[in-house]
């Protein structure tokens, strides 16, 4: 089982497996909206995404 940003909650997680989606980084080429329409996914677990994937796609010093 992959770890998923706090915030994700289990419906959301059952909806993107189901989906096909098993890590977080298979998540930065999906738009938002794609997502959105996931049965189970709601605006917080989307939030909680994009916060993830913005953190991990900034510049490390």
Do not use: Y
């Amino acid at each position: 089982m992959t770890e998923w940003p706090k915030g994700v909650a289990k419906p959301a997680i059952r909806a993107l497996q189901a989906a096909g989606f098993t890590e977080l980084k298979q998540l930065e080429k999906v738009d938002l909206t794609t997502l959105a329409h996931l049965h189970g996914m709601g605006p917080k677990a989307l939030a909680a995404i994009e916060a993830a994937l913005k953190e991990g796609s900034e510049p490390r010093e």
